[in-house]
C-alpha cells in the first residue's frame, strides 16, 4: 500500500514555474514507477509525465516536453515536477501516481495508488 501527498500547486502568472512534489508513504516506493496526470474542469485526466523506478527513463506528454521536468528522490520517498514557462492551458488540477508494475506508461488505468491533487492556476 502506497499513500501519496501533492504539495505545490498555486496560481502563478503565465510564463512562470512552479515545483510539485510528491510525498509518498509505504517502504515499495522505489520499487514503483511513478507518474504525474491533471485534470481540468470538464476535462478527462491526462498524462503530464512519468519516470522509471531507478530515475534511468522517463516520459513526457508533447504538450509540456521541454518545460516540465519529472524526478525524484528514493531516499526521501518523493517525487518532483518541475513546471517552468507556465501558460493558461496548464491550468488544471495535478495528481501524482504511483505504478507498482514499473512501466512509465501514458495510461492512467496501469497506475494504482493516486495522490487527492493539488491546483495549478496560471493566469494570462
Known amino acids: 500500500q502506497v499513500q501519496l501527498v501533492e504539495t505545490g500547486g498555486g496560481l502563478v502568472q503565465a510564463g512562470g514555474s512552479l515545483r510539485l512534489s510528491c510525498a509518498a508513504s509505504?517502504?515499495?516506493?522505489?520499487?514503483?514507477?511513478m507518474g504525474w496526470f491533471r485534470q481540468a474542469p470538464g476535462k478527462e485526466r491526462e498524462f503530464v509525465a512519468a519516470?522509471?523506478?531507478?530515475?534511468?527513463?522517463?516520459n513526457y506528454a508533447g504538450s509540456v516536453k521541454g518545460r516540465f521536468t519529472i524526478s525524484r528522490d528514493n531516499a526521501k520517498n518523493t517525487v518532483y515536477l518541475q513546471m517552468n514557462n507556465l501558460q493558461p492551458e496548464d491550468t488544471a488540477a495535478y495528481y501524482c501516481?504511483?505504478?507498482?508494475?514499473?512501466?512509465?506508461?501514458?495510461?492512467?488505468?496501469?497506475?494504482?495508488?493516486w495522490g487527492q491533487g493539488t491546483q495549478v492556476t496560471v493566469s494570462s
Open positions: 519516470i522509471s523506478w531507478n530515475r534511468s527513463n522517463t
Open positions: 501516481a504511483a505504478n507498482p508494475l514499473g512501466s512509465i506508461t501514458v495510461t492512467k488505468e496501469f497506475y494504482r495508488y
Open positions: 509505504g517502504r515499495s516506493f522505489s520499487a514503483y514507477a
